[in-house]
């Protein structure tokens, strides 16, 4: 008990004097402190795994070449040099540019490396329509030869589009999708929002307010069904209806509001297939982030036993600020590693495969606008190891780069998701010295000391990080060697008390020992005795 | 016959859940400082299985650690029920006094709390594969608690065990009562401290003047 009070007393001090020094040494230089959360959903201060390198306005991309009569790019001198209101951005990896939906200009931009503009589309060919309004969704592939699909929700023009560029500033229709004729699609309005592909050539559509899942369509753009629902969030109100249920007459029951899932607002797709999706409504806990696989089935599903945590935790956050988490965007980048954004307050999530928190960064203009801080980040992307959020108020794309340390647990985390725990003790042990409060460094540790069969040190890792689980596996293995190395002295010492227990126990029989209390009496009376004589 | 020491009477009545506690009634017998030192067991019992049960077994928030909520859940508790159920009893012709009532109760409670030491004891040699035996045990000793105090409730006050159980429900209402004035008693207390503080800086500030 002492040793534990000790060791609580010292974890007190080592906490004080990490926070003091936390604030200490904290640059000036983002708005934000960056933290994660511990095994207790505690918010814990934390090295920044990225820092704010610049930010890049219309201006700075070169949007004014578009007015400039001269420039390859032209449209029309009064074309805005600004963005307005862009919704979303996509990066192609294998042309390794950047598009923009410049959704209040009507118009996609293509980007290069260093966002600079190397293309703009305004007008399609191959439509009736043969502009844009108030675009909101797009997704590229790029095949061996260089050509590049893009696939756009085409909001306001309520048709989804998969187009071919055809030069810089062109490109032409392929599909229009448009609202399904079928009763499966119940909804009035048909404005899809997001869209991805899959490497089949089936389209994916979110059509806003829509929440019996994603449209698919396939390669020809023929509506195939939905695409992974959410499911009903088991609120209290949503039970007490359950209940009502139970006892309303027929004319109540048609009057009645009935449960339905929150649709999700936004959806990425990685190497692999799997669909990855966030639900924007605040602070949902069903379904909030899910990764499909592609018959739509939910692997992360907490439902099943599992315990997947994404965003702020609602009781945590209000050391930093009281605010709900509303996910708008997903990425998943290079190895794996998922990056969510936060409309709300402003913060990128970025967790690695296994849904392990790594970084949060990121904040809210409030009250001032800086760098690093949103005022609506509407999208998130990577490229390497930045991070690019999409503001659509401010009008700019905020570059985020990796810090030394961010680089270090980058590296370790790679090789860790791939059950290399051995390789990366050493990259681990490099995080550790930068930030001794590294939850999963500590876990990490441990299971390298697992695998080299060092189990007092995994227990001591493990207890460092409050991982139980873990523990308990090491403490399994601990045990074990225990028991076969002390075998002999074990069995020794339970014969011998065996058999001390079965001679005193013999002697009490035939009366040669007392038993305590016998024994107390006996000494009572005799006191009493000497008493009675005195 | 039933000549024992304090300690073999304790013995005698976790034994012999049936007749103990009538014996222990007819022989006059139990102890008030050894009813005390079992309700501090308790309490030491709950710090216990707090601080120091098995690392993957113990699911307590150890950032930190408050002593005032374990206090009152074992000795608060404890003589709150001993109060309650004298103040419902008497009413309905129970023939213990308050003495015989928290000696009672407390030798009832030895089971759980040796059942809380074990569980704890192993707990720190067990995997949670083999949760099943720390559970059992502390479960066992809960359950023999229970069977023992609606025994000693029904040899204290010679009920028939129906109403022994209608009496026990009756205090845990006591208990709420009984807790619910205190709570407000002491939030009323509050506000006149608060009241006849702010009496004292004003008349110290015009002193001052």
Not at chain 1, 46 to 61: F, I
Not at chain 1, 119 to 134: A, Q, Y
Not at chain 1, 314 to 343: P, Q, R
Not at chain 2, 94 to 102: D, P
Request: with cysteine; aromatic share 14%; net charge negative.
């Amino acid at each position: 008990m002492v040793s534990k009070l000790k060791k609580c007393f010292i974890g007190i001090v080592a906490a004080v004097t990490a926070a003091g020094s936390f604030a200490a040494t904290a640059f000036a230089d983002e708005p934000y402190e960056t933290y994660s959360y511990d095994m207790w959903q505690d918010t814990i201060p934390s090295q920044a795994g990225y820092r704010v390198e610049r930010t890049v306005t219309g201006l700075d991309m070169g949007l004014s070449s578009l007015s400039d009569p001269e420039s390859p790019f032209f449209i029309s001198e009064k074309e805005s040099p600004y963005l307005n209101t862009a919704r979303d951005m996509f990066f192609d990896d294998v042309s390794e540019t950047f598009w923009v939906v410049d959704s209040g200009n009507n118009r996609l931009l293509q980007l290069d490396k260093d966002l600079k503009l190397i293309g703009c589309i305004k007008t399609i060919e191959g439509s009736s329509v043969s502009t844009f309004n108030n675009p909101q969704g797009i997704f590229t592939s790029t095949d061996d030869k260089g050509v590049t699909t893009i696939y756009l929700a085409d909001a306001d023009n309520n048709r989804g589009l998969k187009l071919e560029k055809t030069s810089p500033t062109s490109a032409k229709v392929i599909l229009e999708l448009t609202k399904p004729e079928t009763e499966a699609y119940k909804a009035e309005a048909f404005t899809p929002s997001k869209v991805i592909a899959d490497k089949e050539g089936n389209i994916y559509l979110i059509s806003t307010s829509v929440n019996s899942g994603a449209l698919r369509y396939d390669s020809a753009g023929t509506f195939r069904g939905f695409f992974g629902a959410n499911r009903v969030e088991q609120t209290a109100a949503v039970v007490a209806r359950k209940v009502w249920r139970m006892f309303a007459s027929e004319a109540q029951l048609e009057a009645m509001v009935s449960s339905v899932p929150t649709e999700f607002h936004n959806f990425d797709i990685d190497e692999d297939g799997f669909v990855f999706t966030v639900t924007e409504s605040a602070n949902a806990s069903t379904d909030a982030v899910k990764k499909l696989n592609p018959a739509g089935y939910n692997i992360w599903d907490n439902a099943v036993g599992n315990s997947y945590e994404f965003g702020d935790f609602a009781w945590s956050a209000k050391e930093y600020s009281a605010k709900s988490t509303k996910l708008t965007d997903v990425v998943i980048g290079e190895g794996g590693i998922i990056n969510l954004l936060d409309y709300e307050t402003g913060r990128v999530f970025q967790y690695d495969k296994d849904a392990n928190l790594l970084f949060i960064f990121g904040a809210k203009s409030t009250p001032s606008e800086q760098e690093g801080s949103f005022t609506a980040p509407n999208a998130v992307e990577t490229y390497g190891t930045n991070i690019y959020v999409l503001d659509g108020t401010k009008n700019d794309i905020t570059v985020f780069t990796e810090t030394v340390f961010g680089k270090y647990v980058h590296q370790a985390s790679e090789l860790y998701v791939q059950g290399k725990y051995v390789e990366a003790k050493p990259i681990w042990e490099e995080v550790m010295r930068r930030d001794g409060g590294y939850t999963l460094a500590h876990i990490a540790l441990g299971k390298a000391a697992l695998n080299e069969d060092r189990y007092a040190d995994a227990m001591e890792y493990f207890e460092t990080a409050y991982d139980q689980e873990n523990y308990d596996k090491a403490f399994e293995y601990y045990r074990d060697d225990f028991l076969r190395d002390h075998f002999q002295a074990i069995v020794i010492t339970l014969v011998v008390l065996i058999v001390l227990i079965i001679v005193l126990v013999k002697l009490r029989q035939k009366g040669k020992i007392k038993s305590i209390g016998e024994y107390i009496k006996a000494s009572k009376e005799k006191k009493a005795a000497k008493e009675e004589n005195e | 016959m039933y000549e024992f020491s304090t300690l073999g009477w304790l013995k005698h009545v976790i034994f012999h859940p049936v007749e103990g506690f009538e014996d222990l009634r007819w022989k006059k017998k139990g102890s008030l400082k050894l009813s005390f030192l079992i309700v501090f067991l308790l309490f030491v019992a709950m710090v216990v299985n707090r601080q120091l049960k098995g690392f993957a077994f113990n699911t307590a928030y150890v950032k930190v650690f408050n002593v005032v909520p374990l206090i009152v859940q074992s000795i608060v508790y404890f003589f709150v029920w001993v109060i309650g159920n004298w103040a419902v009893c008497t009413l309905f012709d129970g023939e213990g006094t308050l003495k015989n009532i928290c000696i009672y109760s407390a030798y009832a409670l030895v089971p759980y709390i040796i059942g809380v030491y074990v569980s704890v004891f192993i707990s720190n040699f067990l995997i949670l594969d083999e949760a099943i035996w720390v559970n059992f045990i502390y479960l066992l000793g809960l359950g023999w608690s229970v069977v023992l105090m609606i025994q000693a409730m029904k040899a204290v006050h010679q009920y028939s065990f129906t109403k022994t159980i209608v009496s026990i429900i009756g205090t845990l209402i006591a208990m709420l009562l009984i807790l619910f004035l205190a709570v407000l008693l002491l939030s009323l207390f509050q506000q006149v401290y608060v009241f006849v503080y702010s009496i004292y800086t004003e008349i110290a500030y015009r002193v001052r003047g």
